[in-house]
Each structure stands twice: as structure tokens, then as C-alpha cells.
């Protein structure tokens, strides 16, 4: 278990904003995966290769153009799953709860980003952690990976295995109209009760 929640912050690291030990946290990420699967391994590897053969100026260049420029592939799952709708504040009151309740300290950037989802889901029990994978995180990043279509870009490979890695661990995304089960919503529910919204 502790080897896989290695995984998800790797995954999360890398998916974050660039920091200069990318590569090497993409490799530890492939050692890792390695023993999991070696298809989602070589995606690693592949784009460990593509993004350290540029400057990493030009990586931190890749990563706003490729997340940051419009909605297709922003890395903040709630607003795939809920665009500007209300239950978006839900969401992300609830994932700001999430990520005081695991310990875990909230960067830059909304408490829904993968970056602070991917610790999240590792830490979360089993159950709950199969739901919420099923029923937003993989559904979100699926629509990420498809706006990578006909497309090179190194990061289609890390999205790639992310995506392989959550079916792997969780199975494959939950069909459903609202894509929040009757449990995320009544702990909304509990939740803003609580703080009195």
C-alpha cells in the first residue's frame, strides 16, 4: 500500500506546476510504476525523455500552454464536473475539508486541482476511494486526456498513465448524470450545515 500511495503524489507532483526536480520525480515515478504495470511505466518514461531533452524554461512554458489555456484540459476536476454550476462551491468546500482532514497543506491553486486531489484519493479508504475516483476524479481526467487528441504533446503521455493507473487501482468511471453519489453530496451537505452556509 505504501508503494501506491507513492504513486499518487508522484503523479501529483508532476502534475503540478513544474518544479526543477521534475525528471527526477518522473523516473521515481516509473520505478514505481514499474512494478505495477510497464505500459503506464513507459508513458512515464516517454515523457520523462521529451520533457528533459527542453529547457526548463520551455517545460514551465509546456505546462501553462498545455493546462492553463482554457478549460479543455484544466487540471481542476470540478470544473469538469460541474463547469460554473453551484455545486461546484460545494464541491470545493468539500475538498478543502478533505485536505485538512488528511493533513495535508493546500498550495497554490483550488482545492480541487489534481495536484491536491491525487494525495487525497491515495490516503482515502478503500471504499470511498473507489466512489470518488469512479465517479469524478476519472471522469474529469478522461476529459482531459481526450482534449489531447492528434496531439504530441509530452503531457498526453503522464495524463495517459494517470488515467490507466486509476482504472488499475479503482476500476473504470462510474456512469451517472450528476457525478456526485448520494454520499458525496449528503457529506456537502453535512459539511456546509457544520460551518453554518
Known sequence: ???????YDYFARLLAYPEPDLAE????CRDALAAVDTSMASCIMQFREQVN???????????TRTFDM???RTLEIGWHLYGEN???GLFLV????????????ESQGLPDHISHVLPILGRMKREQADEFSGICVLPAMNV???AFKDTDNPYRNLV?????????????????DTRVSLSVLKQHEELLAREGL
Open 86 to 88: 453551484y455545486d461546484r
Open 94 to 105: 468539500w475538498m478543502r475539508q478533505q485536505l485538512k482532514e488528511a493533513g495535508i497543506e
Open 53 to 63: 531533452n527542453q529547457r526548463f524554461e520551455a517545460v514551465e512554458e509546456l505546462y
Open 70 to 72: 482554457g478549460s479543455a
Open 160 to 176: 495517459d498513465a494517470l488515467c490507466a493507473f486509476l482504472t488499475f487501482r479503482h476500476g473504470p468511471p462510474v456512469e451517472t
Open 144 to 146: 482531459v486526456l481526450d
Open 25 to 28: 520525480t518522473a523516473k521515481q
Open 1 to 7: 500500500m505504501n508503494d501506491l500511495l507513492h504513486i
